[in-house]
């Protein structure tokens, strides 16, 4: 069973960067793809970005894309999440999450649903 978690989040000025983490605590994360999303206070929970198992395609989602960035330490069993110029609705509890790749591994999506396992978040706070 595969189990995340996620670190990093804190309070942070407005235009300000974060570097979130999500570690995997026994099985090999790079086998998996990942997939980062967020929920802010009474919304939805979207997706910010994924990335396919190895890290070679990346897919933004629109609510970050050109201020998020993401990469992979397969010593730290860890994949990041880079955010920059947060803005105050950036506001929310981030979350990693892993699926199973198929045979192809050419393909990564931010439906939540097709997402197996959860880490519990990570609260960030945009506020000056």
């Known amino acids: 069973q595969l189990q995340l978690v996620e670190s990093g989040g804190e309070l942070v000025q407005p235009g300000g960067s974060l570097r979130l983490s999500c570690t995997a605590s026994?099985?090999?994360?790079?086998?998996?793809?990942v997939g980062w999303f967020r929920q802010a206070p009474e919304k939805e929970r979207e997706g910010v970005l994924c990335t396919t198992a190895g890290g070679g395609i990346i897919f933004y989602g629109d609510s970050m894309k050109g201020r998020v960035g993401v990469s992979r330490d397969n010593a730290q069993n860890t994949v990041y999440l880079d955010l920059r110029d947060l803005k105050p609705e950036g506001t929310a509890v981030y979350y990693c999450?892993?699926?199973?790749?198929?045979?192809?591994?050419?393909?990564?999506?931010?439906?939540?649903?097709?997402?197996?396992?959860w880490g519990p978040g990570t609260q960030v706070t945009v506020s000056s």
């Open positions: 999450a892993a699926e199973t790749p198929d045979a192809i591994n050419n393909y990564c999506e931010l439906n939540r649903t097709m997402y197996d396992y």
């Open positions: 026994s099985l090999s994360l790079n086998k998996y793809i």
